[in-house]
């Protein structure tokens, strides 16, 4: 009874992220029974709700609503340069540390590497690789081209870990809803490993037209 009680009680109180959010943990459930456990998967979840609230914000901002500090989600005229990926990082470090996340931008000696957005709430790293796409606004082009370099950041922990896409691609027909900008997706592992490595994929859309543009 309790747990019916508990999946009936909202996760938040705009419906489709509360859907969304437990369509992906029940991905996340099935993916990867081993590495989505205990207080990390207790992390992960607390990160993918503030990562969908942030999503379902820019989504719904106006044009030039938040300044100079979201000019990266604007619509982009002709030859115009394309916003950067870190543009994207600062507002969103900005936002999850408002949400009570100590998250650190460009943190290097991770996977060999360095990530782009770090949280370690408590024993594990959670990384956040942040890219941008203009081309083909798909999964399966996401994963083609970032998936490699997103796992990577999972060499000494738990197998999952976050890519967040700011797509740039033109939207004559307007925007996608939350759900369809949310993908978990898992991969064999690297170079022999038989650990399989899962990643949660988010869509930022920038590039925004105006409605009454469409």
Known sequence: MWDARQAQEPVDEIPAIATTYRTARAELCQQCPDGYTGQF???IDRMLLYLLRFLDLRLNETQKFGGD???YLRQLKKDEDKPLEKELGRDLRD???GQGLRVDLEVSNVGAGRVDIAWRPHDELIALE???DWKTPTWDAYANAFL???ISYQVNGPPVNFLVVLDLTDKPKGLAAVPACVHVRTVPGPA???RSRTVIMLRIQG???DPYGL
């Open 95 to 97: 936002f999850l540390r």
């Open 130 to 132: 942040l890219k941008r």
């Open 207 to 209: 590039n925004k037209r």
């Open 192 to 194: 022999g490993d038989p």
């Open 148 to 150: 490699d370099q997103a």
């Open 41 to 43: 998967a207790a992390d």
């Open 69 to 71: 500090a979201r000019k």
